[in-house]
């Protein structure tokens, strides 16, 4: 791609070289400007046009974002420096309704559209096919975003112009509609996309648009599922978007072209999230690269430790090395405090919270620095987050950053997540799908074998609001313990109608223990010690969401006044 940038600069010095000698340049096209005319020529048109909407996925944002995009959920809180910010208000209930804005925007979808217009005039080279698919999975993508936040929407697979009044002015499409679209748009670019080994590890493929179809139909599937009979419902029991899932996501797994990526089991969980190059990793689909020195981009992570920090409640989901609950595992020797905390547990709580001993980072002079009393002042549980956290890359001097992590967007363990579940939902989970999903999750860590017809039922299973098949409850477990931080949790908690998990509580971390009160007196604990940071925070002293109203987004008032057909979203 930063090939693509170079060779863009050389054409445009050429022109305007060749510019001044031939003809006046008020007669040419603006040399800043590339007209309609003169595009839409060759594939690579049409690869220069989507480069642009790659820069839309998500990343490591500005001079870096604390690498938790699960904050605001109930596993990962903001610090009190960041209370009251946007993370916190959904669950709590309290947005407002927006006079503009809000995420109620079709400008991404407009450039969508037009690329797909136009796509059509470049007539030969042996990746256009590929391209317009790739038009096709943006298209998706930004249509299943509006579709997680508002539910109905207008379809709209035109560009839009002030004449068209029957576009500007629709209603909104029932969800079920508009999953059905978004999907269509995926079956489509599953059939003119190439894969990775075609088009290289930088751009969207055939299985990544595949995995997203599986994403995309399991969400909308165990919404309509979960949410019969109420405001939110869809037009179907939801077993028609979930077999979907299963097929799409059965479909990567047997292409074979990505595996997980494996190691010593004390390490290879870590050692996942801390790569500065994805580009020959099996499991990474899709990642962002970055490279400070080179390109001075503003990559690095936020400070050490980052401004949130993983929930007690999180660490609960973790379970015992023995592969039993932590509430009946003779192996448990306790989580009070953060020295307990990783003994005898699922080796990925180690390999993603720091406990004292654990390496902290590597100093210039190379000594190394040893983790012994959380940053409280920027971590509000104590539990500082280690995924994604560097020490080789560590800058000690430079305002205590990690740089170069890549992002990973796409990677190849969802596919198998997704697949346990797709088929545990449909009531057709088998040991065999097991042992090709979850237990080959659990192999990398060298955690013992899920096998459904043995599983101990645990007492402390989470409260849903309904009960659910004892193997249901272990792949919804290992979905979040595997996913922890990754930005899933807040679209899992919305799909599964998961209400009953939050509303009425709050977050809370470790033990407020003697060596962090000598370090920060005075923080806020709950009647068992354990920090409390949010106990005078939230109105009424808990998450208030309102499962009549919260589970979608309100649209912004001056769009409901602007076009008369849009309705507001129940509740709101």
Not at 47 to 61: K, S
Not at 203 to 228: C, M, P, S
Not at 518 to 531: C, V
Not at 540 to 549: D, S, T, V
Request: include cysteine; hydrophobic fraction near 35%.
């Amino acid at each position: 791609m930063k090939n693509i940038y170079y060779i863009l600069w050389i054409v445009i010095i050429g022109l305007f070289f060749n510019s001044c000698e031939e003809e006046d340049l008020l007669d040419k096209t603006p040399l800043d400007q590339i007209s309609d005319t003169d595009f839409w020529q060759t594939e690579g048109d049409l690869q220069l046009y989507l480069n642009n909407l790659y820069g839309t996925f998500p990343g490591w944002a500005g001079a870096g974002a604390a690498p938790s995009p699960d904050v605001g959920t109930d596993i990962v809180i903001e610090s009190q420096e960041w209370f009251g910010a946007s993370s916190t208000t959904r669950l709590d209930g309290t947005l407002n309704v927006p006079g503009s804005g809000g995420g109620w925007s079709w400008s991404n979808v407009r450039r969508v559209n037009y690329f797909l217009e136009n796509a059509e005039r470049v007539e030969s080279g042996g990746l256009v096919d590929h391209y317009k698919g790739e038009g096709y999975f943006f298209r998706a993508w930004f249509y299943f975003s509006l579709l997680q936040n508002f539910g109905d929407l207008p379809i709209i697979t035109d560009v839009v112009g002030i004449e068209d009044e029957s576009l500007l002015y629709g209603s909104r499409s029932p969800r079920t509609e508009v999953a059905n679209f978004i999907l269509e748009d995926l079956d489509k670019a599953i059939a003119m996309m190439k894969t990775a080994s075609d088009v290289g590890p930088s751009r969207l493929n055939k299985d990544i648009a595949a995995l997203f179809k599986a994403r995309v139909a399991l969400y909308e599937g165990t919404w309509e599922k979960y949410h019969q009979g109420t405001t939110f419902a869809g037009d179907t029991n939801g077993a028609g978007f979930i077999q979907q899932a299963a097929e799409a996501a059965k479909s990567v797994m047997d292409d074979g072209n990505y595996s997980l990526d494996t190691g010593d089991v004390n390490d290879a969980y870590y050692n996942l999230f801390v790569q500065t190059d994805y580009s020959g990793n099996p499991e990474v689909m899709l990642y962002r690269h970055y490279d400070y020195l080179t390109y001075n981009i503003q990559n690095s992570l936020w400070n050490q430790p980052n401004a949130h920090g993983m929930t007690r409640e999180m660490t609960k989901y973790y379970l015992a090395s023995d592969g039993l609950p932590i509430s009946v595992s003779p192996n448990f020797e306790g989580d009070v405090t953060l020295d307990e905390i990783q003994v005898n547990r699922d080796p990925r709580l180690a390999q993603s919270v720091m406990a004292p001993g654990d390496l902290d980072f590597i100093a210039v002079n190379g000594d190394s620095i040893a983790f012994s009393v959380p940053i409280m002042t920027r971590n509000p549980t104590g539990y500082a987050i280690e995924k994604w956290r560097s020490k080789e890359l560590f800058e000690e001097l430079n305002n205590q950053r990690t740089r170069d992590i890549g992002y990973i967007i796409f990677r190849y363990a969802e596919t198998l997540l997704i697949y346990a579940e797709a088929k545990a939902e449909l009531g057709t989970l088998t040991q065999t799908d097991v042992d090709m999903s979850i237990n080959q999750l659990r192999a990398r860590v060298g955690m013992p074998d899920l096998v459904i017809n043995a599983i101990t039922p645990d007492p402390e299973w989470p409260n849903y609001g309904y009960t659910l098949p004892d193997y249901l409850y272990e792949i919804r477990r290992e979905r979040v313990v595997e996913l922890f931080g990754e930005g899933n949790r807040l679209a899992d908690l919305m799909r599964w109608r998961a209400h009953t998990l939050f509303v009425g509580t709050r977050p809370t971390g470790t033990t407020y223990t003697a060596d962090i009160e000598a370090e920060y007196p005075a923080l806020f604990t709950n009647e068992e010690g354990f920090l409390d940071p949010f106990i005078n925070y939230l109105d009424g002293g808990a998450y208030g969401f309102n499962p009549e109203r919260d589970y979608l987004l309100p649209l912004p008032t001056n769009e409901l006044t602007l076009n008369p057909n849009l309705t507001q979203n129940p509740n709101w």
